[in-house]
């Protein structure tokens, strides 16, 4: 082990100080797994984040031509279109 000094500001130190105490932890070892953890190959949280990105990729996909607002206008002229097809059959049943 090494002794090293760091400048903190004091609010942060104070609250990280109550945080480690409410655990019955110590200040040293929070630090020292928090740096751990930094200087993984592949942290737990990197790894779930590619398992996401990867399930994603082999999702289903809808190709999109030109803007996002290209692509909004379409599928507010679709969601009309379906609602005005839905008013006239209830209008027809009348």
Not at 20 to 33: A, H, P, R, V
């Amino acid at each position: 082990m090494v002794i090293k000094s760091f400048n903190v500001e004091e609010k942060t130190y104070k609250e990280f100080s109550e945080y480690c105490k409410s655990f019955g932890l110590s200040m040293s070892k929070q630090i020292n797994l928090f740096m751990k953890n930094q200087l993984e190959d592949e942290p737990e949280l990197k790894k779930s984040y590619i398992r996401r990105i990867e399930k994603a990729r082999k999702g289903p996909f809808i190709r999109v031509e030109g803007t996002l607002r290209d692509y909004i206008n379409q599928l507010q002229a679709r969601d009309f279109a379906k609602n005005y097809k839905n008013t006239s059959k209830t209008r027809q049943k009348k």
